[in-house]
């Protein structure tokens, strides 16, 4: 059993990747270290950057290998915003329900609604320096209305593609098959469990 800090105060996002990963690795949060989570400025102008950012600041700070996402939701039609700023679209006090009323706004009137969520997953081990990343991507549609209750940002306005069934409409185990982050994942799985001589069992 290998221990490893999840780099996120984002619930929704802690119970994806406790579904996630394998049972060999144990899921840590900051609420079971007691601490609130650190603030990180995300200054890179990639996703790997910031997920890379956020995996290191936190693995160095608290000396724990640690696992770090940064995602967020390209648009066709907006020249891909929000894309890194998807998570503060709205402002610097942004909420979910502010950067989905952005988002309806700026869309208003636009024909081509095509967009796909982005997840870039970065791994650091503060003692051996070891960094590991990996991408995935969920391709659909932005709605005119939301639908669903069970997602969060900016899942349900994003109808996942061929489902005809938005983010927020699917439980963290039925969007496994679908969840860009899920998919980033099971490729950072591989050479995470390896790096630590680890069986995917």
Do not use: C
Not at 82 to 110: F, H, Q, V, W
Request: aromatic share 8%; charged share 20%; hydrophobic share 40%.
């Amino acid at each position: 059993m290998q221990k490893v800090l999840i780099a996120t105060g984002n619930a929704g996002k802690l119970a994806e990747f406790k579904v996630f990963l394998p049972a060999e690795i144990e899921v840590v949060s900051y609420k079971e270290l007691g601490v609130p989570p650190p603030e990180i400025e995300e200054t890179g102008d990639t996703f790997e950057a910031n997920a890379y950012l956020k995996a290191i600041t936190v693995a160095e700070m608290f000396q724990l290998p640690t696992i770090a996402d940064d995602s967020g939701l390209v648009v066709d039609a907006l020249d891909g915003a929000p894309g890194i700023y998807s998570a503060r679209y709205s402002g610097a006090a942004a909420t979910d329900e502010s950067n989905n009323a952005k988002l309806l706004t700026t869309m208003e009137g636009i024909s081509n609604r095509a967009a796909y969520f982005h997840a870039t997953i970065a791994f650091f081990d503060p003692q051996t320096k070891k960094r590991i990343h990996s991408d995935g991507r969920l391709s659909g549609t932005i709605l005119t209305t939301p639908r669903g209750k069970l997602g969060f940002g900016y899942d349900p306005l994003f109808e996942v593609e061929g489902l005809n069934k938005t983010l927020a409409e699917l439980d963290s185990v039925a969007r496994k098959p679908y969840s860009h982050r899920a998919k980033a994942l099971r490729t950072l799985i591989v050479p995470l469990l390896k790096y630590w001589g680890l069986q995917n069992g």
